[in-house]
């Protein structure tokens, strides 16, 4: 009777293993997404703020964001020579996750509000050495300029919106997090396969040259500081 009792503990001792790693795996790995994700949300109201005084432009947004990530990538301390390690490693990363998806895109306001609101003012932007003819969103005076509505077609639908509703700024961002644990990053990955969101997607084309990668994304609205500049940054 003793070795029947030994035995069957050790059967059920086999089949539960696997699943209790499997379960502490797990954990752990989503400890690691949830921080990522917190970090990301930081990072891109960072850059929806770069944005908003940087005239809408995209390259301020994404410095921005890649500032804010860089925390997510600092190992084995937190000093000015680990920082900067970490950030080369973040520029990299989000060179590569640019060239499969945006990383940063502006959700609002699209190219139909800018057309309608648009007016032609001189102005310069974060290089320029001097000011140049431009269209933009103005946004100075915004207390004291019309409430009057336009008709505007947002993603086929008629939406009504002033020059103050224009000057929202609402970005989107994506990161390609590289999963940590083994065994279970592959099977999260595989399970989302091939055929998920558009940023996922990318983020498995990302992956399969250096690792499973999940996507995350987040979004960010912020009033503009700056009037809103065109250089086909917007959609």
């Given at each position: ?19 209790f ?21 930081t ?8 944005g ?5 432009q995209l390259?301020?947004?994404r ?8 925390p ?11 920082m900067?390690?970490?950030y ?7 060179a590569?996750m640019?060239?499969?998806s ?7 306001p699209t ?9 032609k ?10 000011d140049?003819?431009?269209?933009i969103?103005?946004n ?15 993603a ?25 644990v ?12 091939w ?5 996922q997607?990318?983020?498995?084309a990302l992956g399969?040259l250096g ?11 912020i009033?503009?500081?700056?009037h ?8």
């Amino acid at each position: 009777m003793k070795r029947y009792f030994s035995g069957q503990s050790l059967t059920e001792f086999l089949v539960l293993m696997p699943i209790f790693f499997l379960v502490l795996c797990g954990i752990l790995e989503f400890t690691y997404i949830y921080r990522a994700k917190t970090t990301l949300n930081t990072a891109t109201f960072e850059a929806a703020r770069a944005g908003s005084l940087n005239n809408a432009q995209l390259d301020p947004m994404r410095e921005a964001l890649r500032k804010g990530m860089v925390p997510l990538y600092m190992q084995g301390g937190t000093g000015t020579l680990k920082m900067g390690e970490a950030y080369i490693k973040v520029r990299l990363d989000e060179a590569a996750m640019n060239k499969a998806s945006a990383t940063v895109t502006i959700v609002h306001p699209t190219i139909a509000v800018f057309d309608t609101f648009k007016v032609k003012r001189k102005t310069a932007l974060v290089n320029d050495t001097t000011d140049k003819e431009r269209w933009i969103i103005p946004n100075d005076s915004l207390l004291y300029r019309s409430a009057k509505k336009e008709t505007v077609k947002i993603a086929g639908k008629n939406e009504s919106l002033n020059i103050q509703d224009a000057n929202l700024l609402k970005v989107k961002t994506l990161w390609c997090y590289k999963l940590k644990v083994p065994i279970l990053r592959e099977l999260l990955v595989s399970s989302l396969g091939w055929f998920g969101s558009p940023e996922q997607r990318a983020c498995n084309a990302l992956g399969a040259l250096g690792g499973p990668r999940l996507a995350l994304s987040s979004q960010s609205t912020i009033r503009m500081q700056s009037h809103i500049v065109s250089d086909g940054n917007l959609k």
